[in-house]
Each structure stands twice: as C-alpha cells, then as structure tokens.
C-alpha cells in the first residue's frame, strides 16, 4: 500500500515536471496534471510528439462547466416537438435564406461534385452552428481531457483525444483557435475529431482542411461526409403522413421497414394526399408523440442525417429545416401541446416536492438545472417510471398528490398549516426550462438520444 502511494506520488512529481507547472499547485491543479500524464503513452504511440503534447496541455485545468455540460442534454429533457421547434426557429429559416443566395456558387458546386441537396447542408450548417455563429468556444483538447479526468463520458473522449492532438501537430488549425462544443464538436460543421479526420475536406485546396475558418471548407466536409453515409441524390428524407383511423403507431417498431407502397396498403397516405414517388423505398414509421404529433416514413437519406448525429430529433430538426428552405410548409399535424412549460413558481414548487421527498438536496430557486434534471430522473427511476429528467406538468401532478398532507391545523397554533407546502414566492428570475443549458445547446447541438454518445459518432 505505501509503495503503491510512493509510486504514484511519483507518477504525479513527473508529471508536473514533465508540463512545467510550479511546485505551488492547488489540489485540483495537481489532480489535472497527474490525469493529462496518464494521456501521454497512447498520445506517443499515435504519434504526437512531446513538444505537440507539452504545448496541448500547457496551463489545462478541469473545467467544471464542461462537465456540468456533459450532463446536460437537451433531447433528453425537452419533448421532440420542443427540440424541433427550436431548432427550426423562424430566425434561424430567415438567415438560412439569406445563405443559400449568399453562397449559391458554392452550393451549385458542391451539389455537383458530392450529389448533396443544398437546403440539407444549408440546414446543417444552422442547426450545428447557427451558420457559424456558435461554434462552442472551449478549446477541445482541454474538453476532451476534462471529460476524460472527470470521467464523464471518458470512454467517448478517450477515443477523440490523439485525434485532436494529431490535428493540432499537423498544423490544420491554430491551437487558439481548436475551438469546440464541450463534447469537443468543432466549428462551422460541429465535426468531433475522428469524423473529422475521416471526413474533412480542403476544398479551397490550400493545404489545410479548415472547418472553423473557412466556409467553403465546412461546407465541403459536410457533403463529403453525407455522401460517404450513402446520401442518395435527387431524394428526400421522408415524408409526413396520415394515418388511418385505429392504426396504433406505438405497436410498430421503429426497426420495422417495409416499402412505401407496403405502407401505402396499410392505409398510410402521404399528409398532403400526393402519391409517393418511389413506392419500392424502403422506409420506417416514425411517430415519436404516438397519433397525438405529426407522423413520418423515414427513408435512406434520414439513416444518412443518423450518421452525422444519432438523435432522431436531431436528423428531424435538420430534415424539416432543409424543407422549410426549400419552400416546403410546416408540419401539418402539430405537436401535442399539453405538457406545457412549468411556470416559475411550479418550477420551484417541483423542486421543494422533490426535496421533500429526498430526491435532490439543493435549495429551490426555481431554475432547473444539473440537480433538478438529475432530481427528476431519481424520482423517475425510484416510481418505475420512462427516466427523462423532464421536469413535466406530469411530474409535477404526480409528486403533488404523493406529498405528505400538510400537519393538522391546532387552533392554539397559528400558521403550522402553511408550514409543509413550498415556498414558491418567485424571488429569482425566470429564465424558462431552458437556463441550466450549457452554451452550445442554444445552438440546437444535439448529443445523441438512446446511445449516451456525443454529436458526430457513428453508429455502425
Ligand atoms: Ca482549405
């Protein structure tokens, strides 16, 4: 036991001197420099260098908001119809118009030589980046490290780091500039590294594969890595369809595929009446809010929008994006509204029921972040219930009728009944279900539903 603690003490000293941090050093600060040491046998034999690895981690420190990130994610707590609608905001439809005339020459370009729609790379572009505007400004080396020394997603980012670092060796970015999302998805395409060191492409032809700088470069690697994910030219990703009465989608399995014309015979008809156009497509049923939302037959090319991203909100959000700039109208079955948003005061209503009950120990403010998100799950998986961390009117309803009946009133004791029930005064601002959200999530960023991976990682 003391040899081992010898051992690694000295495995620490090392470290240290190996990064040239100073002797004084916080324990946090000696906690990173010890982890980033483990980093370096693996990093050597991918092939990166001392000097790359000493100038990577030059001055790194944990960053806890990239963890508090890590364990935020929006397609886990919002509903899909919430996802979709934010990420295929009237603001965001208006500045994508506005690129696809400001880019025209390259899109005809690119539309030629890759075979990709251009409203889909359009549609990317803005629901990864907001067309470049929210890249993620965290550097994603550190990012990576963060998660792997946390252990938040380790596994995910012990796959991405030596990519990363070979990126910054071979010179395709300023360190300054490796700029990403907390799951270290980088620039205009929002690409993690090993994608990107697949995918990436140098369009202008200067040598450097440039996604967080240059337009043309992003947008090329986008298509480049839609068309390698078998994205059929000339098609669409699917269709919104009607269903026929007593048709209960819940009872077919997403995995089920049959042809258009097979759905067809079921009864299911394209929404705006019009015939399909390639009845032998294979496609899947897709009607994530059961007969009450907008139902879908998913094609090839919405299997291709998975590859970019697995979540199924997310290849949504990019498919009707991509239909909106292209003309096409809104969904024509809306999305349920009844699970409306908590107000403030039930928000902090929730949360002092959900302390009550011993499912989060933080003070209700009425804000839901980490704590309430995680709050809800505990209590999710406690009552056996589909665990979300969505902080519902369900919820809500739920945790009100199983609260504990207020002490009886005394008449020789005022105000004891009041005593058990929340305080919900509403003395902190409201910022909406949303305000726990780490910066890339405003810009629609998904990771990804069902598989707990981030942006980006294929699924084979
Ligand atoms: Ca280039």
Not at 69 to 91: F, H, L, N, T, W
Not at 191 to 199: D, K, L, M, Q, V
Request: glycine share 10%; net charge positive.
């Amino acid at each position: 036991m003391r040899i081992m603690r010898q051992s690694k003490s000295l495995i620490l000293l090392a470290g240290l001197a190996a990064i040239g941090l100073g002797t004084v050093l916080g324990v946090e600060e000696a906690y990173g420099a010890k982890c980033v040491e483990s980093l370096w046998p693996s990093a050597k034999r991918a092939g990166v260098t001392r000097a790359t690895f000493n100038r990577a981690f030059e001055g790194f420190k944990p960053d806890p908001e990239i963890v508090e990130a890590a364990r935020y994610q929006p397609e886990y707590v919002k509903p899909i119809g919430e996802y979709v609608d934010r990420a295929v905001s009237a603001k965001r439809l208006e500045k994508g118009k506005e690129k696809l005339v400001e880019y025209q020459a390259l899109l005809d370009a690119l539309e030629a030589r890759y075979g990709v729609d251009r409203h889909i790379l359009v549609a990317i572009w803005g629901v990864e980046s907001n067309y470049g505007e929210q890249p993620g400004d965290k550097n994603v080396i550190h990012s990576l490290a963060t998660l792997i020394c946390s252990g938040t997603k380790s596994k995910y980012a012990r796959g991405q780091i030596n990519s990363a670092l070979k990126i910054m060796q071979r010179g395709d970015v300023a360190f300054e500039a490796m700029n990403g999302s907390w799951a270290g998805a980088m620039g205009h395409t929002q690409f993690i590294p090993t994608t990107y060191t697949a995918y990436a492409a140098d369009y202008d032809g200067d040598g450097k594969r440039d996604i967080w700088g240059n337009i043309p470069d992003a947008l090329a690697s986008t298509a480049s890595y839609l068309k390698v994910s078998k994205w059929r030219p000339g098609q669409t990703w699917g269709y919104e369809v009607k269903l026929p009465k007593r048709f209960n989608p819940k009872r077919v399995s997403k995995k089920t595929q049959r042809t258009l014309g097979q759905w067809r015979k079921l009864g299911i008809v394209r929404i705006n009446g019009k015939p399909f156009p390639r009845p032998s497509d294979r496609a899947t049923l897709f009607a994530p809010e059961g007969r009450r939302g907008p139902a879908f037959l998913l094609l090839n090319n919405f299997r291709s929008l998975l590859r970019y991203n697995v979540a199924d909100s997310y290849a949504l959000a990019v498919g009707h994006l991509s239909d909106r700039l292209a003309g096409y109208g809104p969904f024509v079955q809306p999305w349920p509204t009844d699970e409306k948003r908590l107000s403030l005061a039930q928000r902090t209503e929730l949360q002092a029921l959900l302390v009550a009950g011993g499912f989060m120990t933080e003070e209700p403010d009425g804000i839901v972040g980490p704590a309430t998100l995680e709050g809800v799950r505990s209590y999710q998986r406690a009552k056996k219930l589909p665990v979300d961390g969505y902080p519902s009117q369900t919820i809500l309803k739920r945790l009100r009728a199983e609260a504990p009946p207020p002490l009886p009133a005394r008449a020789d004791q005022t105000g004891s009944v009041g005593e058990a029930q929340p305080a919900n005064d509403g003395a902190t601002p409201s910022e909406g279900v949303a305000s726990g959200q780490p910066a890339n999530a405003a810009n629609g960023q998904p990771a990804a539903v069902g598989s707990g991976q981030p942006a980006n990682v294929r699924q084979n």
